[in-house]
């Protein structure tokens, strides 16, 4: 059964940092790639940022180009979405999702984790 368990979201004020950690299983993780998304009331779900385990290779959305960053612990079968100098439009619920290939559509994604809640404060 695959299995995606998002952790580490929570309350920071305007130019902090959080840390977000996705950890996977039920499936091959190195053969995959973790997408990070995030979804504010009313709004779609968007794509932030993705990994792919296989070569490391990794997109980002332009909206957090420069400060957030993916990274994977291929031993732990864990993604970390590391966010700096957060903002207030940055506040949703975060949700990480597992596929075969890169890509920051959340509609290409099958699986999904229960997603974390980032509130940043002005």
């Known amino acids: 059964e695959v299995q995606l368990v998002e952790s580490g979201g929570g309350l920071v004020q305007a130019g902090g940092s959080l840390r977000l950690s996705c950890a996977a299983s039920?499936?091959?993780?190195?053969?995959?790639?973790i997408g990070w998304f995030r979804q504010a009331p009313g709004k779609e779900r968007e794509g932030v940022s993705c990994i792919n385990n296989s070569d490391g290779s990794t997109y980002y959305a332009d909206s957090v180009k420069g400060r957030f960053t993916i990274s994977s612990d291929n031993a732990k079968n864990t993604v970390y979405l590391q966010m700096n100098s957060l903002k207030p439009e940055d506040s949703a619920v975060f949700y990480c999702?597992?596929?075969?290939?890169?890509?920051?559509?959340?509609?290409?994604?099958?699986?999904w984790g229960q997603g974390t809640q980032v509130t940043v404060s002005s």
């Open positions: 999702a597992a596929r075969d290939g890169a890509t920051l559509d959340p509609r290409e994604y099958d699986f």
């Open positions: 039920g499936f091959t993780f190195d053969d995959s790639a």
